[in-house]
């Protein structure tokens, strides 16, 4: 069975500075693989995923994961944090025929310093 | 285009009460979804649809959950009887074949 792991639970950046949130994943195949956001009381908004092809994925709000399969990971990069990104970042992997069988993980609680 | 809509957004009842959910997915998503999302954890899926058919509901506890999605659009979760551990977050979400699923905003649950 597939499993995600986030291992920060909380993380804190200053705004303008650099983000780099972790994910690691366990899955028997080529996985497919997606970043969602939480902001509070919404639903969860995606921001990039991954199926084939280049390992460097751009996604929406200026976000970018890198797959590497050596490492079982699909870590979230902005090279540039903004106060509205605070939010809860979840990785995921997907399963079934089209990869939409979801499996989250815990999820990374983002705070934005001014 | 507007988005998948579930109601309601709130609710609180008793252990031992019943309740349901209503989701209405974005027209021509065949995929259904309902995550359940306890607080402080990632949603876990609980069952898919596709059109009217059940795909998967190996984690749905049959004993006492309950989903329908009688003609391939509209569908409902239902809890009976509710216990405490069941206060969460219930997201309902939906996709075309393949394509990127969509989520609404969630009904919170709170079991007292």
């Known amino acids: 069975a597939q499993s995600v792991t986030q291992p920060d639970i909380h993380i804190t950046v200053s705004e303008g500075a650099s983000l780099e949130l972790r994910c690691n994943y366990s899955?028997?195949?080529?996985?497919?693989l997606f970043w969602y956001v939480q902001s509070p009381g919404q639903g969860l908004q995606l921001l990039l995923k991954y199926f084939s092809g280049d390992t460097l994925v751009q996604g929406i709000k200026g976000f970018e994961a890198e797959f590497k399969r050596s490492q079982s990971s699909f870590n979230l990069r902005k090279p540039s944090v903004h106060w509205s990104d605070a939010a809860e970042y979840f990785c995921a992997v997907g399963a079934g025929n089209a990869g939409n069988m979801l499996t989250f993980g815990g999820g990374t609680r983002l705070m934005v310093k001014p | 285009e507007a988005g998948v809509a579930q109601s309601p957004r709130y609710k609180i009842i008793e252990k031992r009460q019943s309740v349901a959910f209503w989701c209405n997915p974005i027209s021509g998503h065949a995929t259904l979804y309902w995550y359940q999302q306890i607080l402080g954890q990632g949603p876990k899926l609980l069952i898919q649809?596709?059109?009217?058919?059940?795909?998967?509901d190996s984690q749905l506890p049959k004993d006492r959950f309950s989903a329908e999605r009688l003609k391939g659009v509209d569908s409902t979760l239902k809890i009976q009887p509710a216990k405490l551990e069941d206060s969460a977050v219930y997201l309902c979400?939906?996709?075309?074949?393949?394509?990127?699923?969509?989520f609404g905003q969630g009904t919170r649950l709170t079991v007292v």
């Open positions: 979400a939906s996709s075309q074949q393949g394509i990127e699923a969509f």
């Open positions: 899955y028997g195949a080529t996985p497919y």
């Open positions: 649809f596709q059109n009217n058919g059940v795909v998967d």
